[in-house]
């Protein structure tokens, strides 16, 4: 009664069921990794954050890469702003989701080098061409605290590098390309500011590290589906043989009852 299974139909959806529960649970798995890395990110950035400040040099160095261990490390650093090569970066989010840009201001530190330091948000300037209106900088000598983050670049972000811009606009906070423009030693990397942030601009908020998304049910979804599909296949092959059974039983539907012989007529007396 299973010859049924040797059927082109059977066949064509035994062999789907037999790719399915594969893919099903590498996609579980993959889910599964995900959470991890942003349960390993969340500490990270608790770690991160929590960290007593340190001044910038300590971790950084013109042309260095910014390892993923000291991200969102807090610094100090001491210098002078240098409006004059202020920069911003286009089409970056305020916390609430509006449309302007980041305002990149080098400060040039005691002994000559240069630290890009993302001052924060502020709206974009009516078309894109101008320059926007930018709080101004305190003047003198000024001791600034922030987060220490590594270069951004398009593999990393997504954020295509757009040539061409406007003039003092950029696409992406790169302190290599900044030491292009500034013509003096970087440091590697950037600061994003925190601290008061009364007439200046809007400060960037601490990164989330306290949700972990719903990759781990996702996960279970996908193993939930890869054990479901062969029970399913089960069932269909067993409801299959017990309605070919049925088919093929006495007296079903559509099956010629046997013949049988005559019975003679007993005359009447």
Do not use: C
């Not at 035994?14 to 942003?38: D, Y």
């Not at 781990?216 to 996908?222: F, K, L, P, S």
């Amino acid at each position: 009664m299973y010859r049924f299974l040797l059927s082109r139909q059977w066949v064509i959806l035994t062999l789907i069921a037999l790719v399915l529960v594969p893919t099903m649970i590498e996609l579980g798995f993959w889910q599964f990794h995900r959470h991890e890395r942003r349960v390993a990110q969340n500490a990270l950035i608790e770690d991160s954050i929590g960290a007593a400040p340190v001044p910038v040099e300590e971790l950084t160095s013109p042309g260095h890469t910014v390892p993923r261990t000291d991200y969102w490390r807090p610094v100090t650093a001491t210098g002078t702003f240098d409006t004059a090569h202020e920069v911003v970066v286009r089409r970056r989010t305020s916390s609430d989701d509006r449309i302007g840009v980041h305002v990149l201001t080098p400060l040039v530190l005691r002994d000559g080098k240069v630290l890009v330091v993302n001052r924060g948000w502020v709206p974009a300037a009516a078309d894109q061409h101008s320059y926007p209106q930018v709080p101004p900088v305190p003047k003198g000598e000024v001791t600034i605290t922030g987060r220490l983050k590594a270069d951004e670049t398009t593999d990393a972000s997504g954020i295509k590098d757009l040539k061409g811009l406007p003039d003092r606009q950029v696409m992406l906070i790169d302190s290599r390309q900044q030491a292009e423009l500034i013509g003096r030693e970087v440091l590697g990397g950037y600061v994003e500011q925190t601290g008061p942030a009364a007439d200046s601009p809007e400060r960037i908020p601490e990164p989330d590290h306290d949700s972990i998304g719903a990759h781990m049910a996702y996960a279970v979804q996908w193993w939930l589906f890869a054990a479901g599909v062969p029970v399913g296949w089960v069932i269909l092959v067993r409801r299959e043989k017990r309605d070919r059974e049925a088919a093929a039983a006495p007296g079903a539907a559509g099956t010629p009852e046997p013949a049988t012989a005559e019975t003679p007529a007993t005359p009447s007396r």
